[in-house]
């Protein structure tokens, strides 16, 4: 089961080392809607999914994936719900 990941500064700066260059976050701007990043303790982007393209998810190599036994990556597009 995944464990909750804190929402720090400590979470924040490994996340953008994975979030920040994948493919799916700068091209939709994803940084420009609530909740900016840390998808995997915050939730999924508001922004509306029509609008988000799938362009591939680099949470597989984040160290906190392993850490918090997260599973399914994806998490600014499916939230934190686990896999799909
Ligand atoms: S698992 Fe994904 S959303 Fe969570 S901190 Fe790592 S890169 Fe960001
Ligand atoms: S949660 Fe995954 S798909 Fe979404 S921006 Fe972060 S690394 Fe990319």
């Given at each position: 089961?995944?464990?909750?990941?804190?929402?720090?500064?400590?979470?924040?700066?490994?996340?953008?080392?994975?979030?920040?260059?994948?493919?799916?976050?700068?091209?939709n701007q994803l940084n420009e809607f609530e909740p900016h990043?840390?998808?995997?303790?915050?939730?999924?982007t508001e922004k509306p999914?029509?609008e988000v393209?799938?362009?591939?998810?680099?949470?597989?190599?984040?160290?906190?994936?392993?850490?918090?036994?997260?599973?399914?990556?994806?998490?600014c597009?499916?939230?934190?719900?686990?896999?799909?």
């Open positions: 089961m995944p464990k909750p990941v804190p929402d720090d500064e400590e979470s924040m700066s490994e996340c953008r080392k994975f979030c920040g260059p994948c493919p799916s976050f700068k091209p990043a840390l998808f995997c303790s915050r939730g999924k999914m029509s393209k799938n362009n591939g998810c680099s949470c597989f190599g984040c160290g906190l994936f392993p850490k918090y036994e997260l599973e399914g990556g994806f998490f597009m499916h939230g934190t719900g686990g896999k799909k």
